[in-house]
């Protein structure tokens, strides 16, 4: 009994490897042109796309680092040098003002019209298109932890995103996040590239 068991269970995966291996194969050797595929290792170097071409252009992932390319000594003047800027992530750049801190940050794969809220208030600054909004806003059941607020810039490659945060516990003297951040937007602006 215990033979005739085995004898079944390994038939059984005999006739269950052979419809997988039927199923894998190609019914026939030849394509729809009656010719095999016949692949092939050149040495030859892939042709540059050309403008028709469907491929898809790579785009600089860093065009601006607020650490590298705004000048160290232009960020002391402004007051956000309290402790040196601080990159974080390749993107984004730190700065600290003592009572509240900022930060710029680079996006290339989200779009101006993608990222701001639709209670975000747009504006132009220095001639370029910008919003405004708020991203936490203070509240009677979250005062003892950091508000936020945020200045984003369209860009020819995505945009720019500059927030500004700060503890009202921790902050002396207190913020006024959105015009604080609008003051350093527009002393910012003439340094970004867009």
């Not at 026939?28 to 595929?37: F, K, L, P, R």
């Not at 050309?50 to 160290?72: G, L, M, Q």
């Not at 009677?140 to 945020?150: L, T």
């Not at 200045?151 to 500004?164: C, E, H, N, R």
Request: with cysteine; net charge negative.
């Amino acid at each position: 009994m215990l033979t005739n068991l085995r004898l079944v269970t390994a038939l059984g995966a005999l006739v269950m490897a052979v419809v997988m291996v039927w199923q894998q194969t190609p019914p026939g050797n030849d394509v729809a042109g009656g010719s095999a595929v016949q692949l092939r290792s050149t040495a030859i170097p892939l042709a540059p796309p050309t403008t028709s071409s469907k491929a898809v252009n790579i785009t600089n992932p860093r065009p601006f680092d607020a650490c590298e390319d705004i000048p160290y000594d232009v960020i002391a003047q402004l007051g956000l040098a309290f402790t040196p800027p601080k990159p974080v992530e390749g993107v984004r750049c730190e700065f600290d003002s003592g009572n509240y801190q900022m930060a710029v940050e680079t996006f290339v794969w989200r779009s101006y019209d993608e990222s701001i809220p639709a209670d975000a208030i747009e504006m132009d600054i220095n001639g370029h298109r910008a919003a405004q909004y708020w991203v936490m806003k203070p509240t009677e059941w979250n005062n003892r932890w950091w508000f936020s607020c945020m200045v984003a810039f369209k860009t020819s490659y995505g945009l720019i995103q500059q927030s500004l945060y700060y503890s009202p516990v921790y902050s002396n003297p207190d913020v006024d996040c959105p015009t604080e951040n609008l003051m350093r937007a527009h002393q910012l602006a003439p340094h970004y590239k867009y």
